[in-house]
C-alpha cells in the first residue's frame, strides 16, 4: 500500500498528527500495534494543563515558569513557550471536536491542582482524561478518512540511498511482514517505562518499539537516563492512582496516620520521599476517608473502582497503600523544535521523542499538552514534507530478511520462557536502575541486560500457529526492550550528577560544570554505540557491545 502520510501509533499525538496531515489533503493510515485504547494516552487520568482564565491568580508566563523550574534544567525555552500559549486553544479546539471537560455552572471549566503547579491549571473529565480525549480524535480521524489499521506492529523504518521509503510492519492476524510505502513519516509510539515489568503504571507493550527502530535507522537518541516514576500506584499490582486523587486532596500517611510529605511537590521528590520512606520500614497510604463519599464519587470515580477491583479496598473508609513505579520515559527521539529528525522527512512528537518541554522532570498534565501540541506540529509539517517528496522504492531484499527473522522466531526451538525473562529484566532494572542509583547498581544491572542478550537465541515461539500468534509480539517486544534498557543504562552510568528524576546517590549533586548538557546516544555500527554529551566538557563515552559481551 502507498501513503502520503505513515503515523506510527494511535494515542493523542499520533491522532492529532493524522488529523492535521489529513486536513492537507494527504492520504493518511496510523498504524497501532493492538487497540488505540491501550496507548499511554488512553489510560492517563488526570488531565491537560493550560491557563484558561487569565487574572492574577495564573498567566501563561507562570505555566512557563512552573515548567521551567520542575524541569530542573536541560529545558528548550522557545518550545516550552509556544507550547503554553497554545494550551488554551489546544484546550478548546478538543473541547469543539466533543471532549466534554467538566465545566462551572457559569460555563466555565472546571480546573485542578497538579504537583509542581502554582495555580490550579488541570482541565478534566473526572479521572479519565486521556480515555475521552483519544476517544473523540479516533472518531474525528475516522470521520475524516483517516486509514485506522490497528493490530499492525511496525517494525522498521525502509530507505532508499539513505532516504525514506517506507515501513516494515507485522500483521499480527496472520504474522505476515508486508511493506507500506510512504512520503513522510510521523513516530508517535509511546515510551519504554514498560520494560520495568512488574514495577511500571505501563502495559507491556510500552517496550521503547519506535525509539529502538529510530537508533537502528540512525537517528539520535537523547536522554534516555531520565525515566520518570509516578508516586502512587497500587502496592498489589502497579495500577496507577492518578495524581488527580491528590490534587482533589487525598493525603499522603504512613502506618501511624501521619503525613509525612507534601502531596503536591513535583513527581521526582515526592517519589524519591515515598520510596525512602518505605526502605525505613514504614508503609505508605494513599487517605480519601476525610473526602465526601458524593465527592470521591463524582470526581474520583476511576480512583474508588480501581481501589476496589484491584486492592479489594473501599477508600471511602479504608487506606489505600501506595508505592512508586516507572509511568513516563523522559528519553527518547531527539527532535528539532519543527519535529524533525535526523532523517529528512521523517517526524517524531508524544512520549517517544524528546522536546525539550518536560527538561529532566515533568509536570504532571503537561504531557497530554505536550502530545496535542506537538501531534499537531508533526501532522502538519508531515503533510509538508509529503507534498514535496514522491515515492522512493522499497527494497525488498531488506522486506525477506524481516520475514526470514520472523520465521525463525516462530519456527525455532523454544529454550526460555519470555514472560519470566521479560519479568526478571524489570526487577533487575528498578532495583539497579529506579528511583535510586548508583555506579556499582548500574553496572550490575548493565550485566544483566548483557546476560539476557546472551541468551535472546533462545527465545521463539512455543506456538507454531501464525494466527494471532501473541507469542510473537512479545518477544519482539524483548528484543527491543533490551536494546532500550542497554542504552538507558549506558547513559544513566555515564550522567555522574543528580538532576531532576535522575538521581545518583554516588553524585546526589545537580553538576551545570560538567552535566548541563542533554546526552545522546548513536549506534556507530552493529556492535558499538556512542554516549556523548554535546557541549559539556570531557564528556564523549564510547562502547564495544561485542567487547562488553566477550564475543570476540
Given at each position: ?418 514472560n519470566s525473562m521479560r519479568k526478571n529484566l524489570g526487577e533487575e532494572l528498578f ?9 556499582e547498581s548500574l553496572t550490575t544491572g548493565l550485566e544483566y541486560i548483557h546476560y ?101
Amino acid at each position: 500500500m502507498l501513503y502520503d502520510v505513515i503515523v506510527v501509533g494511535g494515542g493523542i499525538s499520533g491522532l492529532y498528527a493524522a488529523l492535521y496531515a489529513r486536513r492537507a489533503g494527504n492520504n493518511v493510515a496510523v498504524l497501532t500495534k493492538s487497540n488505540p485504547f491501550r496507548s499511554n494516552s488512553a489510560v492517563a487520568s488526570g488531565g491537560i494543563n493550560a491557563v484558561i482564565d487569565l487574572s492574577d491568580v495564573d498567566s501563561v508566563t507562570r505555566h512557563v515558569n512552573d515548567t521551567i523550574d520542575g524541569a530542573d534544567g536541560l529545558t528548550h525555552h522557545v518550545n516550552i513557550e509556544n507550547m503554553c500559549r497554545e494550551a488554551p486553544n489546544i484546550v478548546e479546539e478538543l473541547h469543539e471536536m466533543g471532549v466534554s471537560f467538566e465545566q462551572r455552572d457559569d460555563g466555565r471549566l472546571h480546573q485542578r491542582a497538579f504537583g509542581g503547579a502554582s495555580a490550579n491549571r488541570t482541565c478534566y473529565i473526572a479521572d479519565r482524561t486521556g480515555a475521552a480525549i483519544v476517544q473523540t480524535l479516533l472518531m474525528r480521524c475516522r470521520d475524516e478518512g483517516v486509514h485506522i489499521l490497528a493490530n499492525h506492529k511496525f517494525l522498521n523504518i525502509t530507505k532508499y540511498k539513505e532516504k525514506l521509503s517506507g515501513v516494515t510492519v507485522l500483521r499480527r492476524r496472520d504474522s505476515q511482514v508486508i511493506a507500506l510505502a510512504c512520503k513522510s513519516l510521523v513516530l508517535a509510539g509511546g515510551g519504554y517505562a514498560g520494560i520495568f515489568r512488574g514495577h511500571t503504571t505501563n502495559s507491556q507493550e510500552s517496550s521503547g518499539d519506535v525509539i529502538a527502530a529510530a537508533l537502528r535507522a540512525d537517528m539520535r537518541l537523547s536522554n534516555m537516563e531520565f525515566v520518570q516514576f509516578h508516586p502512587t500506584t497500587l502496592s498489589t499490582t502497579g495500577a496507577l492512582i492518578s495524581e488527580a486523587a491528590r490534587g482533589e486532596g487525598a493525603y499522603l500517611v504512613d502506618e501511624t496516620g501521619e503525613r509525612f510529605t507534601d502531596e503536591l511537590q513535583t513527581r521526582d521528590r515526592l517519589s524519591r520521599a515515598i520510596l525512602r520512606h518505605i526502605l525505613d520500614d514504614h508503609k505508605v497510604y494513599l487517605d480519601f476517608r476525610h473526602l465526601e463519599e458524593s465527592f470521591i464519587d463524582n470526581k474520583l470515580p476511576s480512583a474508588r473502582k480501581k481501589a476496589l477491583n484491584s486492592a479489594g479496598i473501599d477508600i471511602t473508609k479504608e487506606l489505600l497503600e501506595v508505592t512508586p513505579a516507572a509511568h513516563y520515559s523522559i528519553g527518547g527521539i531527539w527532535t528539532r523544535g519543527d519535529t524533525s529528525t535526523d532523517m529528512p522527512a521523517v517526524f517524531a512528537c508524544g512520549e517517544c521523542a524528546v522536546t525539550g518541554v518536560h527538561g529532566a522532570n515533568r509536570l504532571g498534565g503537561n504531557s497530554l499538552l505536550e502530545g496535542a501540541y506537538f501531534g499537531r506540529l508533526a501532522g502538519i509539517e508531515a503533510g509538508r514534507a509529503a507534498s514535496k517528496r514522491e515515492f522512493q522504492p522499497i527494497d525488498y531484499a531488506y522486506v525477506e530478511k524481516e520475514m526470514r527473522r520472523i520465521d525463525q522466531v516462530i519456527e525455532g526451538e523454544s529454550r526460555f520462557n519470555i514472560n519470566s525473562m521479560r519479568k526478571n529484566l524489570g526487577e533487575e532494572l528498578f532495583l539497579h536502575a529506579g528511583v535510586f542509583k548508583n555506579e556499582e547498581s548500574l553496572t550490575t544491572g548493565l550485566e544483566y541486560i548483557h546476560y539476557l542478550m546472551q541468551k535472546s537465541y533462545g527465545l521463539h515461539c512455543v506456538d507454531k500457529d501464525r494466527h494471532n500468534n501473541v507469542e510473537l509480539p512479545s518477544i519482539l517486544e524483548f528484543q527491543n526492550a533490551q536494546f532500550i534498557a542497554e542504552a538507558m543504562v549506558l547513559s544513566a552510568l555515564e550522567r555522574r550528577e543528580s538532576r531532576g528524576v535522575h538521581f545518583r546517590e554516588d553524585f546526589p549533586v545537580r553538576d551545570d560544570v560538567y552535566f548541563n548538557a542533554a546526552s545522546y546516544v548513536r549506534q556507530m555500527s552493529r556492535d558499538y554505540i556512542q554516549v556523548s554529551f554535546e557541549n559539556a566538557i570531557q564528556n564523549n563515552f564510547w562502547y564495544s557491545l561485542r567487547r562488553i559481551l566477550h564475543l570476540d
